[in-house]
């Protein structure tokens, strides 16, 4: 063998050796890696390429009394497709068709659908985005398209739920349900009962399939998030919708800021509707602040309930006190209390002074019996509990002030000005509470908004009435304010809403607001309760700056809301509940004389209110339908007809 040929076969040897060790090496390697630190790399795998994915739970549904939806989760998906996933034979067989479903279901071409996916596919993509947030409904549907059919692996149909908040109402109620952005970001009913509602979230691993892009492993979560818990409310919704409808309707008339409307039953303190709508830029009104809960202001006239009160509760004066209000001007300290009434109303007992708003007679009792002992008047507030917050369920209530002596800013006309609700600062809903205190003879029940928390059919927690103060007053001065409040309607600022369908209580209020930038701006409303003589509900309206030039009374601006939503939720009573808590003493002598003469001949009701033919039909043992509002003008059974028991009776009135 030759030198040459001898060497060749020495480096032949040396390169296969060479190459044996490397192949050695390698596998020695592989099996390091796979056996000894296989751990450590599939776990950075994992790291990287499979990632951990919260699923939200859905919110618990809020509901109104009757079951009624007010805020619930929708869920809607987000729809993607991996074009790599299915095989050649059924990409092809099923593209066409695929394409077709697309183009109608979004108006773009069939065409420009399967060019879309085709070049989606030759590139290797792996997600391809084709639905947002669709309903449930289009989901079920989408997944029925043609390849989609065949699942995640097999067709590369891939979808993501989330949920979204649905609120069925609207914009109604918008500011009571409220919302939860976030610890620190709650209000209204979703971010007092946040803790109920949240439920508990779950979990779904995802891969990783480009930046930006994760793609689930699995048709299912690999831990199931939870549902919160429902909450519901006493809300009736068609109290809610009328009372939008009719604030809304007088916001519009007299072209005002804002304004509230809330309805509580009187015996539970359960509110029932609660509307706050603002005026936006545009000049149209929505649910903008929750104004009912949070806004303190000053009441003007409605406070002086708690001035007169206070007289009676301390004794210095009776209803039949007299009271010389002369020409309608009172001065203090170059400070003048004037009346709307001009020219004054001469003599007024204290009934009267209440009955009739006059700021004059009201600060003169007040300041007469109270001004070496201010305080005295003040601590008698403080019995109220009006400097309190009443611990409505929603969060943001606003603080009541009511000044004392030992203010540093206290001044001589603060006594006189706080008797007829200046100085002083109540929210709406702390103002509702207390009159509703006076319907329930005496007993503040806390206002609130939820009845219970449930589970499906399981009741989790239920709220019974909160009795915040078993008597406002005595029992004395109580009855005495039923009957003022009455009298407000019957005899004083508020003859305009009487009505003869429901009898009503309360009383107007005419303030003057951001006066110390100048003259022209109010805020009228009216509180009070129905029926007069049997309460089964109390209602506020505030409306804050209304054109003036419009109006700007209580009796004009606020108490027609109140007269309208009370005959309507009277309307919704059952016939036997109307008879049963409307009051009984208020019809004419004539039904007497009627029904003294008519027992089963028809009566002519030509000419009579509602209340004064329905009190004689049904005496007689008929049925009545009635149309219309206001007098009887029609009846379908002529006068001297003979009538049987039962038998139907219809009225149409004018």
Request: proline fraction near 4%; hydrophobic fraction near 35%; charge should be positive.
């Amino acid at each position: 063998m030759s030198d040459s040929q001898s060497n060749i076969i020495k480096r032949s040897l040396l390169v296969y050796f060479l190459l044996t060790l490397f192949a050695v090496l390698i596998v020695a390697k592989l099996i390091h890696i796979q056996y000894i630190e296989g751990n450590k790399y599939r776990a950075l795998a994992q790291k990287y390429t499979v990632k951990e994915f919260l699923i939200k739970a859905n919110r618990g549904n809020i509901y109104a009394a009757d079951g009624s939806l007010l805020a619930t989760s929708a869920p809607k998906y987000d729809i993607a497709f991996d074009p790599s996933a299915p095989s050649a034979n059924d990409f092809n067989d099923y593209i066409d068709a695929l394409s077709q479903e697309l183009s109608l279901k979004t108006g773009v071409s069939q065409s420009e659908w399967k060019r879309k996916l085709v070049s989606a596919r030759k590139k290797g993509k792996k997600y391809i985005k084709i639905f947002k947030a669709i309903s449930f409904n289009e989901y079920q549907q989408v997944k029925q398209f043609p390849l989609f059919r065949l699942g995640m692996y097999k067709g590369g149909f891939i979808a993501e739920m989330h949920t979204e908040r649905a609120y069925p109402l609207g914009k109604v109620l918008r500011r009571t349900i409220g919302f939860d952005r976030g610890k620190g970001n709650r209000a209204g009913l979703e971010g007092a009962y946040a803790s109920y509602l949240k439920g508990k979230d779950g979990m779904q691993k995802r891969q990783k399939i480009k930046y930006g892009v994760w793609k689930p492993l699995s048709d299912i979560n690999d831990v199931e998030p939870q549902d919160g818990y429902d909450v519901y409310t006493h809300i009736d919704v068609d109290i809610q919708d009328m009372a939008h409808q009719t604030l809304r309707k007088q916001l519009q008339k007299f072209e005002a800021d804002h304004g509230t409307l809330v309805v509580m039953e009187t015996q539970t303190g359960a509110i029932k509707a609660m509307v706050n709508l603002g005026k936006t830029k545009s000049g149209s009104y929505e649910e903008l602040r929750n104004y009912a809960v949070y806004e303190t202001h000053e009441p003007g006239s409605t406070f002086k309930l708690f001035s007169i009160m206070a007289l009676l509760e301390d004794k210095v004066a009776d209803t039949n006190t007299v009271v010389n209000t002369g020409n309608g001007i009172y001065k203090i300290y170059n400070k003048y209390v004037r009346d709307a009434h001009h020219g004054g109303m001469g003599k007024l007992t204290l009934k009267q002074v209440f009955e009739k708003s006059s700021n004059v007679g009201v600060v003169k009792m007040v300041y007469e019996h109270y001004k070496d002992n201010p305080q005295k008047f003040v601590n008698r507030l403080y019995n109220f509990g009006i400097h309190e917050k009443v611990g409505i369920d929603i969060k943001g209530e606003g603080k009541p002030v009511i000044p004392d002596p030992k203010d540093e800013n206290w001044s001589g006309i603060s006594l006189p000005w706080m008797a007829y609700g200046y100085g002083v600062e109540l929210t709406d809903i702390q103002m509702l509470t207390y009159y509703n205190a006076i319907a329930n003879n005496g007993k503040v029940v806390q206002p609130h908004l939820v009845k219970e928390i449930k589970s499906f059919d399981k009741t989790i927690k239920s709220y019974q009435p909160v009795v915040l103060n078993s008597s406002i007053a005595s029992s004395a001065t109580i009855r005495k304010m039923q009957e003022m409040l009455k009298g407000v309607v019957l005899r004083g600022t508020a003859t305009n809403i009487r009505s003869d369908y429901v009898s009503m209580a309360g009383k107007t209020g005419t303030a003057q607001t951001e006066y110390w930038k100048g003259k022209g701006q109010y805020v009228a409303s009216f509180v009070g309760y129905f029926p007069a003589d049997n309460p089964r509900y109390s209602m506020i309206v505030v409306i804050h700056k209304p054109d003036p030039e419009k109006g700007y009374y209580g009796n004009v601006v606020a108490a027609p809301v109140f007269k309208e939503l009370a005959e309507y939720i009277y309307g919704k009573m059952p016939r036997e509940v109307q008879l049963a808590v409307n009051e009984p003493d208020i019809h004419t002598g004539k039904t007497e004389k009627i029904l003294e003469k008519y027992k089963t001949i028809m009566p002519d009701l030509r000419g009579l209110s509602s209340k004064d033919a329905l009190y004689v039909l049904e005496n007689m043992g008929l049925n009545v339908k009635i149309s219309g509002s206001g007098k009887v003008v029609k009846q379908s059974v002529p006068r001297g007809t003979k009538v049987k028991k039962n038998q139907l009776i219809e009225l149409k009135l004018s």
